[in-house]
């Protein structure tokens, strides 16, 4: 039943902006968190954010004041607006839920459904 289903990603510039969605079904955003994680080729998959079913989020260092994170309730969908980028932005970006204890937790094994991911590239 629970979907999360993931759109906006593509190619811009250095200093460029691009909005990423994730479209959830299946639940809605009162109930659970929604985490945001990147994975670059060769690398570990880190988490990005996380904003819990009241609406506080976490925010990686990498990322705090030049990502946003909001949501739509009426939509079901969480937005990431991505600001000021730089190419190690660059990655495959993921969504994803955790069903069972319903909270925010940077480690990705914590988290049992997932977008299908959609990839973000930064270069000149």
């Known amino acids: 039943q629970v979907q999360l289903v993931e759109s906006g990603g593509g190619l811009v510039q250095p200093g460029g902006s691009l909005r990423l969605s994730c479209a959830v079904s299946?639940?809605?955003?009162?109930?659970?968190?929604i985490g945001w994680f990147r994975q670059a080729p060769g690398k570990e998959r880190e988490g990005v954010l996380c904003i819990r079913s009241d609406g506080f989020t976490y925010y990686t260092d990498s990322v705090k004041g030049r990502f946003t994170v909001s949501r739509d309730k009426g939509k079901n969908t969480v937005y990431l607006q991505m600001n000021s980028l730089k190419p190690e932005d660059t990655a495959v970006y993921y969504c994803?839920?955790?069903?069972?204890?319903?909270?925010?937790?940077?480690?990705?094994?914590?988290?049992?459904?997932w977008g299908q991911g959609t990839q973000v590239s930064v270069s000149s």
């Open positions: 299946g639940f809605t955003l009162d109930h659970y968190a």
């Open positions: 994803a839920t955790d069903t069972v204890l319903a909270q925010c937790s940077r480690h990705p094994s914590e988290y049992d459904y």
